[in-house]
Nanobody
Framework: QVQLVESGGGLVQPGGSLRLSCAAS????????MGWYRQGPGKERELAAT???????NYADSVKGRFTISRDSAKKTVYLQMNSLKPEDTAVYYC???????????????WGQGTQVTVSS
């Protein structure tokens, strides 16, 4: 019904940059808040950044000033530009979106399958 597909992960050296993308597809009526979460090795999943329909953003303290979240509402896509990457940014990055679909007509949070980001020299 609704799918979120992430892309853009990979291996990067410390200080480098990556851009993640996540596109929503399916029987979508509206997409509200979209976000990125991450789960490092042996850690719990944590918030990285979120963005509302109106463009208001929220960041974890650990990524402020280095990561930028943005969205293209027409394409139902959310992006995460990650600069000045550190080894501690290594994690599986998951996107999510609060979506109303035509099959449920309820606001449901959907998750992508995750994309690996590894920061290492």
């Amino acid at each position: 019904q609704v799918q979120l597909v992430e892309s853009g992960g990979g291996l990067v050296q410390p200080g480098g940059s990556l851009r993640l993308s996540c596109a929503a597809s399916g029987s979508i009526v509206s997409v509200n808040t979209m976000g990125w979460y991450r789960q490092g090795p042996g850690k719990e999943r944590e918030l990285a950044a979120t963005i509302t329909r109106s463009g208001s953003t929220n960041y974890a303290d650990s990524v402020k000033g280095r990561f930028t979240i943005s969205r293209d509402s027409a394409k139902k896509t959310v992006y995460l530009q990650m600069n000045s990457l550190k080894p501690e940014d290594t994690a599986v990055y998951y996107c999510n979106a609060d979506v109303v679909s035509s099959s449920t007509w309820r606001l449901i949070k959907y998750w992508g399958q995750g994309t690996q980001v590894t920061v290492s020299s």
